[in-house]
């Protein structure tokens, strides 16, 4: 399944002016322009000059990955009593559904209209090594009051596992303006799931109270980013999945907001999702040349992943990610803009 025919791009704009760029590579967001406090524009998400860039690109940028997105550790599971092996692509383990991945395909384009793509993706069976012919959609909509909504459904002939999310990193200052250690963060979870050295979670669910972890209340991304502390020693900063509170399968619920103080521009994400990955761009050093001439360096954005819980397929206790024939997944991932 390599990546076929062109890349095609839709620009959304809403009655403010404010715009959503979308790609048909791996569905992905590529510009997000919206005023700050004096109404002046800017992008605010990550992205390369050149289209191509996009593919196989190491930071997965504003992209789905998939078939799961986020580690599996050792590239196997077993589901229904039969093990499957799957394409390891960093290290021992697999990650973003393999180097091919949902994120290195041409999308086929299902609709396109004013405020709204529909982007959809066949994955056969066996591909990347997840059992299942798998067949994605994902909806995209974005309308007058600076929200973008991303819904995400797939359907299997045979059982498989399932984990998509949208990669898009934030610097709220304007893509290419520097660190976004200064934005200040605030997620609705308790606790969040150490990992090993190879940043696979544990098992175990930790609380964030006392630690370098503790979003509950707002503070700046780099406060404790650089603290003695086990997780960030591991991620070389912020990358783990923390545990969204009161979590029910379908509900909708606030549970992060991403804030700059210098333009005035925050973000609040709503999700289904029983999970959300921070990833503070802790290795953009090296990625591909920025929109505008911009050149990223670590930390220069930062990505809030919404998803179930990275190695799930393994982890009993985790919220299943098991999608039966019959069944149909469906996410839902909002980002509004203020």
């Known amino acids: ?112 209209e004013a405020g709204k793509v529909v982007f959809t993706l066949f994955s056969p069976d066996g591909y990347e090594g997840y059992p299942g012919n798998l067949a994605v959609r994902a909806t995209y909509t974005w309308n007058d009051a600076c929200e973008l909504e991303l819904q995400l459904e797939a359907e299997t002939d045979a059982p498989t596992v399932v984990n998509l999310t949208n990669h898009v990193y934030f610097n709220l200052s304007g893509h290419g303006s520097g660190s976004m250690t200064g934005h200040k963060l605030w997620i609705k979870a308790s606790n969040y799931l150490p990992t090993t050295d190879s940043q696979i979670p544990t098992g175990e669910l930790a609380p964030v109270a006392g630690t370098p972890m503790d979003f509950t209340e707002p503070k700046a ?10 997780a960030l020693r591991i991620g070389k900063g912020y990358d783990h999945c923390w ?40 290795w953009l050093e090296g990625c ?8 990223y360096h670590d930390y220069s954005a930062v990505a809030l992943e919404c998803q179930g819980f990275p190695d799930a397929p393994n982890k009993s206790a985790f919220p299943s990610p098991v999608l039966r024939p019959g069944e149909q997944y469906k996410q839902t991932i909002k980002f509004t803009f203020k």
């Open 221 to 230: 991304i780099g406060r404790h980013m650089y603290a003695p502390f086990e």
């Open 288 to 295: 591909p040349s920025g929109k505008d001439g911009a050149v």
């Open 1 to 112: 399944m390599s990546p076929k025919g062109d890349i095609t791009l839709y620009t959304l704009t809403n009655a403010s002016g404010a715009s959503v760029t979308l790609s048909t590579l791996g569905a992905g967001i590529v510009a997000i322009s919206v005023p700050d406090r004096a109404g002046r524009m800017a992008d605010v998400v990550l992205g390369y000059e050149n289209a191509a860039d996009y593919l196989f690109d190491g930071p997965c940028a504003g992209k789905i990955p998939g078939r799961y997105a986020n580690r599996i550790g050792n590239g196997t599971f077993i589901l229904d009593g039969q093990e499957y092996h799957l394409s390891l692509n960093t290290g021992a383990h697999a990650l973003h559904g393999g180097r091919e991945g949902f994120q290195n395909q041409i999308w086929d384009t299902a609709s396109a």
């Open 243 to 282: 545990v969204v509170d009161d979590y029910e399968p379908g509900k909708m619920q606030h549970i992060a907001t991403l804030s700059e103080a210098s333009s005035g521009r925050s973000v609040e994400i709503a999700t289904t999702q029983p999970g959300i990955q921070i990833y503070g761009g802790n």
